[in-house]
C-alpha cells in the first residue's frame, strides 16, 4: 500500500485527496478563493492566496487523517491552465497572476494577428491565440509594465509556483506549457522562434518536462509549513484538461468528456497533435504516450449559473437552482441564454461576444432563466462537440463531470442537446485523481495507466439516455441559439 497525494488548483479553489493505491480515495479537502476584477475586462489572483489555502488545507488534511497523511510517498499536481505567474529571481510574484477568463489583451492580439497569419499559428502552435492565453498575457505586460518584465527571472503556470513553494525548483510540465500558445506543440517545447520575433525574453522562460517525470521533493521549509515529510518525491503534474480526462478514464481515442465546471470543454484524447484547420479549438499536449488532447472551451460554463445565482437571483446553493430547473419544460418555453459573459473562445474565438437572455415574455420567472442558462451553457459546448464530428472525432458516450454532471436535470440536457449516451464517474475530483495516477506512475507505484484506470475509474449506474422528444425540440432550439449570435455579432464587437 502506497498513500498518494493529489493537488488541484483550480480557478475558484484549491482540492487536495488522499489516495490510497490498494483502496482507492481516503479523504478530500478544498479551499476557495475569488477572480480578482480591479478593472473590467481584468480576471486576476494573487498566487500567495493560492498557497495560504494550500497549506491550509493540508493541514486540515493532516489534522485529519493523521496516520495516512504520515505515509503519503509522492504527490501529483493538476492546475488552471493558460494563467501565468511573474517572479522575480527570489520565485516572489512581481504582480498579479493573470488568468484564462483575462480580457485585458484584445489589443495585443491584435497586434500578433497582424504578425501571424492563421497557416502559421496553425503549423507551428497548433492553436489560434486567444485573450487569457499566456502568449497574449506576455505581450500586454510588455507593453503596460514594461519595469515588471524587466524584473521577471520567470513566467510560471499557477500549478508550477505551488510545486515551487513546495520543492524550491522552478520549471513547467509539457501540457501546462502548451496551452500558453507559445508553444511549439508538436515538437513539445517553447517556440523561441516566435518568443524572439515578438521581443520576448527567452530566458524566462522554464525548463519544460513531461508529466509524470520526479520535479523535485518536499524541502524543509515546506515541511514546517504545511506538514508534509521533508523528501518526498514530487512529480510535474498536468494542466486540469488533462489531468481530469485522466481522472475520468480516457487513456485512448474513443471516449469524449464534457466537462461544466467554471469553464466548460469538450475534450478527447489523440494520437497525433491533430487541429481545427479554422482554429476554433485547442491542441494541447497529453501526458499519456506522448499523445495529445484536442477540446473545444465555452468560457462561462458554471461561471454563468454562479453569476445567475450570486447577482441575479441571490439564491444560496446550486441544488435549488437544480430543482428550478426542474419545474419548467425542456426549452424554456422559447428562453434562450448565449453564455458570452467574458467573450468565448470555441467556436466564436470572439472576446467581444456578449451574454444574452432572449425571447422574454410576461410568462417567464426565475425557473426559465436557470433553465435556459443551462441549456445556453451545454448548446455553447454543443458547438465544440460538432466540429469534433467535423474532425473525424467519434464516441458512442460522454463522459460528464465537474458541477454539470451533480445535477439530474442537467445531466438528461446533456444527453438530450448531444443526442448521447451520458454517464458520471463514481469519483467527483477527476482532476485530483489524475493527479495522482500521474504521481503514483512516476514514482512506480502503478506498472500502468490503464491498470491504474481499470481499478479506480468506475462510472455510476444511472445512465442518462436521449429523449426522442426531447431532441427534436432541441435541434430547433440549437438552431436558434446559433442564430442570435449571428445576428448579434456586428453589434456586438461595435459595443465592445
Known amino acids: 500500500m502506497s498513500v498518494i497525494l493529489g ?5 475558484s479553489g484549491v482540492k487536495a485527496m488522499l489516495f490510497d493505491s490498494c483502496w482507492g480515495v481516503l479523504a478530500v479537502e478544498s479551499g476557495e478563493y475569488d477572480i480578482q476584477t480591479p478593472k473590467e475586462g481584468y480576471a486576476e489572483q494573487e498566487p500567495e492566496k493560492w498557497w495560504e489555502e494550500t497549506k491550509r488545507i493540508l493541514l486540515k488534511l493532516r489534522d485529519g487523517n493523521g496516520e495516512a497523511f504520515g505515509q503519503i510517498s509522492t504527490i501529483g499536481f493538476s492546475g488552471q491552465m493558460h494563467g501565468i505567474v511573474l517572479t522575480d529571481e527570489t520565485g516572489t510574484p512581481l504582480r498579479p497572476a493573470i488568468l484564462w477568463p483575462d480580457q485585458r489583451s484584445k489589443k495585443e492580439l491584435d497586434d500578433i494577428c497582424r504578425k501571424m497569419d492563421f497557416e502559421e499559428m496553425g503549423n507551428v502552435l497548433k ?25 521577471t527571472r520567470w513566467v510560471m ?25 507559445i508553444f511549439r506543440t508538436a515538437e513539445r517545447a517553447w517556440a523561441y522562434d516566435v518568443i524572439e520575433k515578438f521581443g520576448l525574453p527567452s530566458e524566462i522562460f522554464p525548463p519544460c518536462k513531461e508529466s509524470m517525470e520526479i520535479a523535485g521533493y518536499v524541502t524543509k521549509k515546506c515541511e514546517m509549513e504545511c506538514g508534509l515529510k521533508e523528501g518526498i518525491p514530487i512529480v510535474y503534474g498536468a494542466g486540469d484538461q488533462q489531468s481530469q480526462s485522466i481522472g475520468n478514464g480516457v487513456c485512448k481515442e474513443g471516449k469524449m468528456i464534457c466537462n461544466i465546471g467554471t469553464g466548460g470543454q469538450i475534450s478527447a484524447y489523440v494520437k497525433e497533435p491533430i487541429y481545427d484547420k479554422e482554429l476554433r479549438t485547442h491542441t494541447f499536449c497529453h501526458p499519456i504516450d506522448k499523445g495529445y488532447t484536442i477540446y473545444g472551451a465555452t468560457l462561462c460554463s458554471g461561471m454563468s449559473l454562479k453569476w445567475l445565482k450570486d447577482k441575479v437571483l441571490q439564491i444560496d446553493d446550486f441544488e435549488q437552482l437544480s430543482r428550478m430547473a426542474g419545474e419548467v419544460l425542456p426549452g424554456s418555453e422559447g428562453l434562450i441564454y448565449l453564455p458570452y459573459l467574458t467573450g468565448e473562445r470555441t467556436p466564436h474565438m470572439n472576446p467581444c461576444a456578449k451574454g444574452m437572455f432572449a425571447g422574454l415574455t410576461l410568462r417567464h420567472d426565475r425557473r426559465h432563466m436557470v433553465r435556459a442558462v443551462m441549456e445556453g451553457v451545454t448548446m455553447s459546448l454543443r458547438d465544440s462537440f460538432a ?11 460522454i463522459i460528464s463531470s465537474g458541477g454539470g454532471a451533480r445535477s439530474h436535470e442537467w ?15 463514481e469519483v467527483s475530483e477527476q482532476a485530483c485523481l489524475g493527479a495522482c495516477i500521474l504521481a503514483g506512475m512516476g514514482c512506480g507505484i502503478f506498472t500502468s495507466i490503464e491498470q491504474a484506470i481499470e481499478k479506480f475509474v468506475t462510472f455510476q449506474n444511472k445512465v442518462y439516455e436521449p429523449k426522442p422528444e426531447n431532441e427534436r425540440l432541441y435541434e430547433k432550439q440549437y438552431e436558434r441559439f446559433r442564430e442570435l449570435y449571428h445576428n448579434n455579432k456586428e453589434w456586438m464587437e461595435r459595443h465592445k
Open 127 to 151: 492553436n489560434r491565440v486567444f485573450t487569457g492565453f499566456g502568449f497574449p498575457s506576455l505581450m500586454w505586460v510588455k507593453d503596460h509594465e514594461p519595469e515588471i518584465l524587466k524584473k
Open 7 to 11: 493537488i488541484d488548483l483550480g480557478t
Open 411 to 425: 445531466l438528461q440536457m446533456q444527453a438530450d442537446i448531444f443526442r448521447k449516451r451520458v454517464i458520471v464517474c
Open 387 to 397: 466540429i469534433f464530428q467535423e474532425l473525424g472525432i467519434k464516441c458512442d458516450t
Open 157 to 181: 503556470m499557477p500549478k508550477d509556483f505551488i510545486r515551487y513553494k513546495m520543492t524550491g525548483r522552478i520549471a513547467s510540465d509539457i501540457t501546462d506549457a502548451s496551452s500558453t500558445a
